[in-house]
């Protein structure tokens, strides 16, 4: 049986249109046109800020706990373990998601999320030869 990924769920889309970091109060580790990068810490009995994911992202859990993330409207999402190691992806088909995580246990929770937007296609070998043989 998967573990659930108490990092997300099916949330209540929100209205605003701010950056899920900025809604977290952290900066971002990377800022490059299709991927941003950052991290999120919850102490023991910590709830993070609301806040919604409009692009595709991961989560690789660096220091787990034991959590649960909740909905704009208090419904409880996913609740349980996040264990050090981890790494869920999250696709579009979920988007937006607006939920906070709650760090449950007496631990800290240490999470990097990877914010995934369309970039450009970078050609490559394979597909430079395929542009030159179409001229």
Do not use: Y
């Amino acid at each position: 049986m998967p573990q659930p990924d108490i990092a997300a769920g099916n949330g209540v889309p929100g209205t605003d249109a701010v950056e899920p970091w900025e809604a977290l109060g952290t900066e971002l580790l990377i800022d490059l046109p299709g991927v941003k990068c950052w991290a999120e810490r919850a102490g023991p009995g910590q709830t993070r800020p609301l806040h919604t994911h409009r692009h595709p992202w991961l989560t690789v859990v660096v220091s787990g706990a034991e959590g649960m993330s909740t909905a704009a409207d208090g419904t409880v999402l996913a609740a349980g373990a996040l264990a050090t190691g981890t790494v869920n992806f999250n696709d579009a088909s979920r988007l937006p998601f607006t939920h906070s995580v709650t760090n449950t246990s007496d631990r800290s929770l240490v999470m990097i999320a990877v914010e995934l937007r369309n970039p450009p296609a970078v050609a490559g070998p394979a597909t430079a030869a395929a542009t030159e043989a179409t001229r």
